[in-house]
């Protein structure tokens, strides 16, 4: 025998030997597996919010033509800005939610009506505001000010947030009427 495998014997410590014979606690390695896998959706989710987010900040910043006055007190400035902020907002809340609910946080009743509570004012929030910036962008805005790109930007933003407004309007719908 070597001097180290005799100097483990003699202090009895096989801590490799050990580890590898220790059961692992499923319980663990299903928490983690599913914290993964929140994570991997959580990701294909920002891939796909990100660029609007972005978009929107960037368009808001560096375009006078959304600063224009209109009828009502609000400007397509506003609307972008607000749209930013609440998409990051939005993923930040989503990303606490996946990383840090577990089963026994989920179930709790209080935690339960709270989420449920702020996902039904989100979405009445998402569903007005995508209507201001319609009737604002279609309706009030002079569009002959702003640029090609900003005027594609913004038509087509506003099509995707009524098409996926649409859809939520849609699914929430059918959830009701299944119960």
């Known amino acids: 025998m070597t001097a180290q495998v005799q100097n483990d014997i003699e202090n009895n410590s096989f801590t490799e030997l050990k580890s590898i014979l220790v059961k692992p606690d499923e319980k663990k390695n299903a928490r983690l597996i599913e914290r993964v896998v929140r994570f991997v959706l959580f990701l294909f989710m920002f891939m796909f919010i990100f660029p609007m987010i972005f978009c929107d900040y960037y368009f808001a910043m560096n375009n006078d033509c959304v600063k224009q006055t209109l009828h009502i007190s609000l ?43 702020l996902m039904h004012i989100s979405r009445c929030f998402v569903v007005s505001w995508v209507i201001v910036g319609a009737v604002m962008y279609w309706g009030e805005m002079d569009r002959s000010m702003c640029s090609q790109e900003t005027n594609d930007y913004l038509t087509a933003s506003l099509i995707l947030r009524i098409i996926m407004t649409s859809f939520e309007v849609n699914n929430v719908y059918n959830k009701k009427r299944k119960n």
Do not use: P, Q, R, S
Request: charged share 15%.
């Open 75 to 117: 400007t397509m400035y506003d609307y972008l800005i607000v749209n930013a902020i609440f998409g990051t907002v939005v993923v930040f809340g989503i990303l606490i939610l996946f990383m840090f609910c577990d089963d026994e946080t989920a179930n709790n009743f209080k935690e339960k009506i709270i989420f449920t509570t």
